[in-house]
C-alpha cells in the first residue's frame, strides 16, 4: 500500500481510477452472475463505496483494479451464496458454478475468484453489447454506456445531456429491467446478429462523441470529457474487435475530429468554425493516429473485397481537412465525391445537407443552395437548425444579405445551445460569411 493521501487528493485519484477501471469491474461480475448486469453493476458501486471508506484511512493500493475487482466478487459471492439459501435449492450452486467453468469446493470463494481472472476482453466486449443492444431506446443505450461502460455517476450523466437527475436514474433503472425481462444474454453475438448489433455498439459510441464535440444544448459550445470517453471507448473497442473494419473507421473519424479541439473555441470560449480555424492549434498526435486507424480501415475493408463503410467515409472527409494545411488548400471535389458515395452508403437528409455544404465549396453557392432548397421544400429538416445556418451562409455568399440575416436569425431561434446561438446572432447582426 501507498502512503496515506489526504481525504480530498484520496478521492479525486478514486474518481480516476473508477473511470478507468469500472468497466472490468462491471463485466466480470456480471459474467459472474450469469448476465445479470444491473446486481453486478450494484455490487460494483459496493466496492466503490467500500474504496472511499477504505482508502482515505489506509492509502490507494499498489493495484487498485485489482482490490476493486477483489472486493466486487467476494461480495458477488456473498450475493450467490444468499441467494442459494433463500431457494434452499442446492443444485443452485452447482449451476453457478458450471457457469463459470468450476467446481464446487468447500472453500469455493477463492477458486472462484481464480476462475474469473480470464478473459477480461471476453468480459468487456459482452458488456458492450448488452448495454448497446437494440432493445433499449437510444437515450437509454447512452446513459447505460455512460454509466456501465465509462463509470459515470447519476449526476454527471445528467449534467451532460443537461436532464433532471431523476430523469437519468428512472431512464438507467429502466434499461437494466428491460434487459432482465427480455432476457439478454450475456454474450457476444454471431454472424449477421452480430453485424447488426455492432452498428448499435458504434452508434451509441459516436452519440457520445458528438454530444462533447458539439453540444447540443446549455452553455458549453463543447464537453471534452465525454470526447475523451468516447475515444477510449473506441479505443477499447478496437483491441476487442481488431478485424472490424468499422471499428477502426470510427476511431479514425474521432481522432481526426477531436483533433480540433483546441482550435474549436476562443479563449472567451465564442465557437470557432472549421474554415476560421488556426489549423497549428490542430494536435497532429490525434491526426497521425487518426490517419493510420483510417489507413487499417480501408487495409481490412479491401481484405474482404468490401467497400468503405459509412465511418470509413466520414473519416476519410474528416482526414481531407486534416491533410489540407490552410482551408484554402482544402480538396473539395474530393470532399463533394466522398458525400456522394456516403449518400449511396447512407441515405439521409443530414448526410445531404453536408454534401451541400462540399458541392457549395467545390463548385459555387448556387449548386450547394439548390440542393438546401430542395430539403427545405421537402420539410424533412424542419426544426433543426443547422439548415436555415447553411442556407444563411449559402445567400451570403450570392449576395443576398438581406435573406441571409432571416436565416440566421431562424437558426438562432431553433439551437438550444447558447453558444452557437450568440454566434448566429452574430452573424445577422454583422452579416459576416
Not at 467500500?50 to 490507494?60: F, I, N, R, S, T
Not at 471499428?247 to 483546441?262: D, G, W
Not at 486534416?322 to 447512407?346: F, G, H, K, M, N
Not at 426544426?383 to 436555415?388: C, K, N, S, T
Request: hydrophobic share 50%; proline share 4%; charged share 25%.
Amino acid at each position: 500500500m501507498s502512503e496515506p493521501h489526504d481525504t480530498g487528493a484520496t478521492h479525486r485519484a478514486i474518481e480516476a481510477i473508477w473511470r478507468i477501471e469500472a468497466a472490468s469491474v462491471v463485466a466480470k461480475l456480471a459474467r459472474m452472475l450469469r448476465g445479470d448486469v444491473g446486481t453486478a453493476e450494484e455490487l460494483a458501486q459496493d466496492a466503490l463505496v467500500a474504496a472511499l471508506e477504505d482508502w482515505p484511512a489506509h492509502g490507494v493500493p499498489a493495484n487498485p483494479g485489482a482490490w476493486l475487482m477483489a472486493t466486487g466478487k467476494r461480495r458477488a459471492i456473498d450475493r450467490l451464496r444468499h441467494r442459494t439459501m433463500a431457494e434452499r435449492e442446492i443444485g443452485a450452486i452447482g449451476q453457478d458454478m458450471d457457469a463459470l467453468g468450476t467446481s464446487v469446493e468447500p472453500d469455493f470463494a477463492d477458486a472462484l475468484i481464480d476462475a474469473m481472472d480470464d478473459d477480461i476482453g471476453d468480459d468487456l466486449l459482452r458488456l458492450i453489447f448488452t448495454a448497446c443492444h437494440p432493445v433499449l431506446p437510444k437515450e437509454a443505450r447512452v446513459a447505460l454506456t455512460l454509466r456501465l461502460l465509462c463509470g459515470l455517476g447519476i449526476e454527471e450523466i445528467a449534467r451532460a445531456f443537461l436532464a433532471p437527475v431523476p430523469t437519468i436514474q428512472q431512464r438507467i433503472v429502466r434499461a437494466k429491467r428491460a434487459l432482465a425481462e427480455a432476457r439478454v444474454p450475456f454474450e457476444v453475438p454471431h454472424g449477421a446478429e452480430r453485424d447488426a448489433r455492432l452498428a448499435s455498439v458504434l452508434e451509441v459510441i459516436y452519440l457520445v462523441f458528438n454530444e462533447g464535440y458539439a453540444a447540443t444544448a446549455g452553455d458549453d459550445w463543447m464537453r471534452p470529457a465525454l470526447v475523451d470517453d468516447a475515444l477510449r471507448l473506441g479505443r477499447v473497442l478496437v483491441g476487442l474487435a481488431p478485424h472490424e473494419s468499422e471499428v477502426h473507421a470510427l476511431v479514425a473519424l474521432m481522432e481526426i475530429q477531436a483533433s480540433r479541439i483546441a482550435a474549436r473555441a476562443a479563449a472567451n470560449g465564442e465557437p470557432i468554425l472549421l474554415l476560421d480555424q488556426n489549423r497549428a492549434r490542430w494536435d497532429p498526435l490525434l491526426i497521425r493516429r487518426g490517419l493510420a486507424a483510417l489507413g487499417r480501415a480501408q487495409q481490412l475493408a479491401d481484405a474482404k473485397g468490401a467497400g468503405l463503410g459509412a465511418y470509413a467515409l466520414q473519416a476519410a472527409i474528416a482526414a481531407c481537412h486534416a491533410r489540407a494545411l490552410s482551408a484554402e488548400a482544402t480538396d473539395w471535389p474530393r470532399i463533394a465525391a466522398l458525400y456522394d458515395a456516403l449518400a449511396q452508403v447512407l441515405p439521409s437528409p443530414i448526410v445531404e445537407l453536408n454534401r451541400a455544404v462540399a458541392v457549395a465549396m467545390a463548385y459555387g453557392a448556387d449548386e450547394g443552395l439548390a440542393i438546401v432548397d430542395r430539403l427545405q421544400a421537402d420539410g424533412v429538416l424542419d426544426g433543426y437548425h443547422l439548415l436555415p445556418s447553411v442556407r444563411a451562409d449559402l445567400l451570403a455568399k450570392l449576395g443576398r444579405h438581406d435573406e441571409a440575416r432571416a436565416e440566421w436569425l431562424r437558426a438562432a431561434g431553433m439551437t438550444r445551445n447558447a453558444r452557437e446561438k450568440a454566434l448566429l446572432m452574430k452573424r445577422a447582426g454583422s452579416g459576416v460569411h
